[in-house]
Structure formats: C-alpha cells, structure tokens
C-alpha cells in the first residue's frame, strides 16, 4: 500500500513543478486520491484532490487556478501541477489514496500515505 511522491525542489517564486504519486495498483484502483501539505511549524493541509475517474477534483482556495491534479490510472500515478509557485507554497507534500471513488478535503478521509517530497520556494 505504499505510495511515493516525488518531483519536489527548490524553485524560485512564479516557477513550476510537477509532483507525482505513484502506488500499486490496489491502492490507487476505485479510491480517490488527495494531495496534502505541511509547512515548518504549521499544520497539515489539504491541497487538492481527484475522484477515481478523474471526473472530479477540488481545491484549497489557496492554490486555486495555480495548481492541478491529475491521474494516469494506466499508470497508477497521480499528478499535481503546481505553476506561479510562491514562498508561502514551501512545504512537504504528501499524497494519500482514499478507500472510496469520492473524497473530499479532511485528511481524516484517507486511508493510506505517502513520505512526502520538499517543495521549498525562494523569494
């Protein structure tokens, strides 16, 4: 069940990045996936995340029209697109798959989490 994200770095403020979520297939098939975060000394918070099919996504009002989530079920990978990336963005972020096809923004509702990758933004 383990999931591993990667694709984090340090980029400067208005850059871009790619993470990547990649879990067997019995993890990621029929469940949502989310994206979370967790800043130095700040709680974890919901970033983004997508139904099974991919029909439905939700976003933190936060990164709103600057960040996308995405899957390759093919592949058994789910993406996040992060662009206009700014210093307040730094963080570790985690994926998690949910054990359902909808999931929604409270980290209560997965299951199964991933390490993290650093994203660390300079002004």
């Known amino acids: 069940v383990q999931l591993q994200a990667s694709g984090g770095g340090l980029v400067q403020a208005g850059g871009s990045l790619r993470l990547s979520c990649a879990a067997p297939k019995r993890t990621f098939s029929n469940n949502a996936v989310g994206w979370f975060r967790q800043g130095p000394q700040k709680d974890r918070e919901f970033v983004a995340s997508?139904?099974?099919?991919?029909?439905?996504?939700l976003y933190a009002d936060s990164v709103k029209g600057r960040f996308a989530i995405s899957r390759d079920n093919a592949k058994n990978t789910v993406y996040l697109q992060m662009n206009n990336l700014k210093p307040e963005d730094t963080s570790v972020y985690y994926c998690?798959?949910?054990?359902?096809?909808?999931?929604?923004?409270?980290?209560?509702?997965?299951?199964?989490w991933g390490q993290g990758t650093q994203v660390t933004v300079s002004s």
């Open positions: 997508i139904s099974w099919r991919g029909e439905n996504t």
């Open positions: 998690a798959s949910a054990r359902r096809p909808y999931s929604g923004s409270s980290s209560l509702d997965y299951n199964y």
